[in-house]
């Protein structure tokens, strides 16, 4: 069993919008942020579209329909199960459910105390907003937690992306709760392969974050994160 301390981060969610130019979030206050998946994938555009070009429109589009269902139903069940849910894994169809087994072991001998799951954080500072996997301990230590899916096992180049997005989580929680967090961890469930494990550490990734809203904005954001959220 999961020992869960839920943190009131001030409001229970954020409402969102999605158009063709991506999501936004309101927040409590009025301000409406992109969220950081739009941010973050407008790196890839080019690489998606030339990939798009090469395989064929058709195929590209079955592709990422069904990793993307894949991907949200594996995430529902960590969610389930990390909550303690007994029926986790009802009407689950055989691959989701192994694509879960995977990891599972990994969820049951390293995730410690949870603090949330699914949460929705946004940051004044960097004007952006989106929603965390999980928060919880990792190996003993207070983590953001990101679940993936792939086809094929990662090479730590080819994902920054993912860990730019756990920057991101970690530097909106501690604006929201003042509780640092510097690990960032990612979980990888893998075809016909073990899954994976990605530690980093935020300060790896934050100035690559910020180059990235900055192009996103096409503004100079003068944010200091040595002063704001210091070095640790």
Known sequence: MFVHKPIDLGYKDLKSVTKKSGRKYSTPHGNDYPSITTILGQRSKAAIMAWRDRIGHEEANRISSQAARRGTAVHAMCELYVN???????DAMPNILFDFNRIKNILDERIGIVYGQELPLYSDYLGVAGRVDCVAEFDGQLSI??????RKTKKKEWIDSYFMQECFYAIAWEERTGQPITQLVT????????????IEHRDTWDKELLKCIREYNKKDLKISFAKDFGRR
Do not use: G, R
Not at 84 to 90: G, L, R, S, T
Not at 145 to 150: F, G, L, N, R, V
């Open 84 to 90: 303690n849910n007994p029926d986790y894994a009802k």
């Open 145 to 150: 937690i990101d679940y993936k899916t792939s």
């Open 187 to 198: 979980i990888i469930s893998v075809d016909d392969a073990p899954a994976q494990v990605f």
